[in-house]
């Protein structure tokens, strides 16, 4: 094997973990390190371009090209789940008072915040309840319990910059 075969490997790794980052940093990052990292890898990809007219044959260019892209994002993307905070989430739900004991029971068991409120509707009665979770386990586990007990719900996440 020759050196441009490595070379174009190298390049296009590099290309696509920068337009990756790239494309995460445009969607949660602030103007400045959105423009630094948009003008950085345009400027490689021109360099790549350049490469993907040199001798190898096509479908080696069309093998590297896709396998560097599979690898690429899927590490890009797994060390940004690593690095990604856990966020708070609140659940609110509708809960029928035959349903309100078993709640209660279940957030003192896994450590659930929450606060409720009485409602009366055509003389029946509902708890709605607001749970508030640190983790996305506790997340799920919520979300498991409303579903069991086919409660209405829904879910809001609070908003961070992380970048």
Known sequence: M???????????????????????????????????????????????????????????????????????????????????????WKIEATVQLVDFAKILNDCKLGNISYNFTSVKNNEKKYYVFNFYCNTQKQSETVANWLKNLNCKYFVSEHKTNLY
Do not use: H, R
């Open 2 to 88: 020759n050196n441009l075969f490595f070379i174009f490997i190298a390049l296009n790794i590099v290309n696509v973990v920068m337009q990756t980052l790239k494309t995460l940093f445009t969607v949660k990052g602030n103007k400045y390190t959105a423009a630094l990292v948009n003008a950085i890898t345009f400027g490689l990809y021109t360099i790549v371009i350049v490469y993907t007219v040199c001798e190898l044959p096509l479908w080696e260019k069309v093998a590297i090209v896709a396998v560097c892209n599979f690898i690429g994002v899927f590490v890009v993307k797994a060390i940004e789940e690593k690095l990604q905070k856990d966020k708070l």
